[in-house]
């Protein structure tokens, strides 16, 4: 098992940047593809970027393509999310979230482990 804290959230102007960080502790993010959630008030959770363990493979979900990265230090067990060009539209609570699959998921409901997410909002 492996516990997940999310930070690095807060309030950013439309086209500003932030960088999300997801700390592991209890287990090696070695282990397992990881991903990043966001949900809007309202709306369902929705997938925004997966990385595997070995930091191979990314998927990113269409809307934050070219504007988002993920990236993984396997030393400091942390995950990131680069969030680029920010859109009111990405104003979301996003969330780390761990998978044992060794493949890229893009369901949620592959994910076993979350931790308790960071707001993000976007000021047009």
């Known amino acids: 098992q492996v516990q997940l804290v999310e930070s690095g959230g807060g309030l950013v102007q439309a086209g500003g940047s932030l960088r999300l960080s997801c700390a592991a502790s209890?287990?090696?993010?070695?282990?397992?593809?990881m991903g990043w959630f966001r949900r809007a008030p309202g709306k369902e959770r929705e997938f925004v970027a997966a990385?595997?363990?070995?930091?191979?493979?990314?998927y990113y979900a269409r809307s934050v393509t070219g504007r988002f990265a993920i990236s993984r230090d396997n030393a400091e067990n942390t995950v990131y999310l680069q969030m680029n060009t920010l859109k009111p539209e990405d104003t979301s609570v996003y969330y780390c979230?761990?998978?044992?699959?060794?493949?890229?998921?893009?369901?949620?409901?592959?994910?076993?482990?979350w931790g308790q997410g960071t707001q993000v909002t976007v000021s047009s």
């Open positions: 990385i595997t363990w070995g930091g191979d493979t990314t």
């Open positions: 979230a761990a998978s044992r699959s060794s493949m890229v998921r893009t369901m949620s409901t592959f994910y076993a482990d």
């Open positions: 209890g287990g090696t993010v070695t282990s397992y593809t």
